[in-house]
């Protein structure tokens, strides 16, 4: 059974700063995604990861795969509070599978 | 483009009660996926429709059930209510290409509140 795990689960960090968020999952999986959820709204997708070695970057944040380690990482450089929200990275192991999500990672930027 | 649309935002229920969520996905998107959000137990997926049949489903009880019609519209429903049944309920839609290249849409979501 496909498992999606994120570390860490609560972030907190000072404006300024750099910081990355890792999303391990357990089997091989087309497709990496990462979504941001603000409190008491819905999810917006951020990212689709489809190859070994890809990299992503909107912004303030830059995401990565690795798919033999099966672990992707999201940085965040220079964190604004704009930022504070929930993470999610997500798995599905072809694109006709379930998409799978990770707990989410609660990012809170202090000023 | 419209967005998806859930409705209703809101429900409140009595245990043993029954309910009807809709979901009206992005136009075009033929697939259609729906999720459990507890703040215990995160996002659970309970299952995707594409073209009118249940593709994929997750580990809930079969008191959910959901449907798909023609033009990809998608219902759930869950009888006979349970307290833990109260949550926020995700429709996402999405356009399966053969680049692969589709996230999936959400909704607002459904909260439903059972009592």
């Known amino acids: 059974e496909l498992k999606v795990e994120q570390n860490p689960l609560f972030l907190s960090m000072q404006e300024g700063k750099n910081y990355t968020i890792y999303c391990n999952y357990s089997?091989?999986?087309?497709?990496l995604y990462w979504y941001r959820q603000d409190p008491g709204k819905s999810l917006e997708s951020l990212f689709v990861l489809l190859s070994n070695g890809a990299v992503k970057q909107e912004g303030r944040l830059m995401a990565s795969l690795d798919t033999k380690a099966r672990l992707s990482t999201l940085h965040i450089t220079a964190a604004v509070h704009d930022l504070s929200a929930t993470y999610f990275c997500?798995?599905?192991?072809?694109?006709?599978?379930?998409?799978?999500f990770g707990p989410g990672t609660s990012l809170s930027v202090i000023p | 483009k419209a967005g998806v649309t859930q409705t209703p935002r809101y429900l409140i229920k009595t245990r043993g009660q029954q309910v009807t969520l809709s979901c009206s996905p992005i136009?075009?998107?033929?697939?259609v996926s729906w999720y459990q959000q507890t703040p215990g137990q995160g996002l659970q997926f309970l299952f995707e429709?594409?073209?009118?049949?249940?593709?994929n489903k997750g580990n809930f009880p079969g008191r959910f059930s959901g449907r798909q019609f023609s033009n990809s519209r998608s219902e759930m429903n869950v009888s006979t209510l349970e307290l833990g049944d109260s949550a926020l309920y995700l429709c996402?839609?999405?356009?399966?290409?053969?680049?692969?290249?589709?996230?999936?849409?959400f909704g607002n979501g459904t909260r439903l509140t059972v009592t």
């Open positions: 429709y594409f073209s009118e049949t249940q593709r």
């Open positions: 997500a798995v599905d192991r072809t694109s006709y599978d379930k998409v799978i």
């Open positions: 089997t091989t999986s087309d497709r």
């Open positions: 136009s075009g998107h033929r697939s």
């Open positions: 996402a839609s999405s356009d399966p290409k053969h680049d692969g290249n589709s996230p999936l849409h």
